[in-house]
């Protein structure tokens, strides 16, 4: 089976840096996800990493390290309307196209 | 451009009563189509998953059922409801052959009493 484990809850205050780490485990690996979800909405995806290293889109960053099972998201310049839940998900380890969540780290943004 | 409808937002039922979710798929053609339910405050849990008409995982025994009666349709159903079914529940859809991008409907915010 599959299992992703994240911090329940990170804070910060507007403009600055706060990495959301997640570790995995999985029986095969096909690429870890990032999704945001603000309260009473539908998750958005994020970023994708499929291989080693740093993936930038804008503020938001996503790390992947194969070897240590592990990933994180960097969300830089923090803005209040970051405060939202953040999800890491793999692909099922079996190869179908089922993507498994992690628990969701929610993120509060302070003034 | 592709888009996911999802009804209805929200429902209030009556324990043992039946459920019927529905979800569509516009703008794309043989997608995955998933079932998600969140409870409060917590993350998302596997439901069903279809990878085509009438082909349905089942990923949690319990008294929900799915079925996909055509290419874009995805319905989640219930025959008695029990109070522990209330939560968030949320379809989505994914290029087949590649779960790198999940999209997501609004959701269905359902409450049993």
């Known amino acids: 089976g599959q299992s992703l484990e994240q911090p329940s809850e990170v804070t910060a205050v507007e403009g600055a840096i706060v990495q959301i780490n997640c570790t995995y485990q999985?029986?095969?690996?096909?690429?870890l996800s990032w999704y945001q979800q603000h309260d009473g909405g539908a998750p958005t995806f994020l970023s994708y990493n499929a291989l080693d290293g740093l993936e930038e889109t804008g503020r938001f960053s996503s790390f992947l390290s194969r070897s240590d099972s592990y990933g994180y998201l960097l969300l830089q310049e923090l803005q209040m309307k970051d405060s939202a839940s953040y999800f890491c998900?793999?692909?099922?380890?079996?190869?179908?196209?089922?993507?498994?969540f992690g628990t969701g780290t929610r993120l509060q943004v302070f003034p | 451009s592709q888009t996911i409808h999802q009804w209805p937002a929200t429902l209030v039922q009556p324990v043992g009563s039946p459920l019927s979710l529905e979800c569509t798929v516009e703008?794309?053609?043989?997608?995955?189509l998933y079932w998600y339910r969140q409870a409060a405050g917590r993350g998302l849990q596997l439901l069903f998953y279809?990878?085509?008409?009438?082909?349905i995982s089942s990923e949690v025994p319990q008294n929900l059922s799915a079925s996909r009666p055509q290419d874009r349709q995805f319905i989640l159903s219930s025959k008695k409801l029990l109070l522990s079914d209330s939560g968030f529940y949320l379809c989505?859809?994914?290029?087949?052959?590649?779960?790198?991008?999940?999209?997501f409907g609004e959701g269905s915010r359902l409450t049993v009493l």
């Open positions: 989505a859809w994914s290029v087949r052959g590649t779960v790198r991008e999940l999209f």
């Open positions: 703008g794309t053609s043989n997608p995955n």
């Open positions: 998900a793999v692909r099922d380890g079996s190869g179908t196209d089922k993507l498994i």
């Open positions: 279809s990878v085509g008409i009438g082909q």
């Open positions: 999985t029986s095969g690996f096909y690429g």
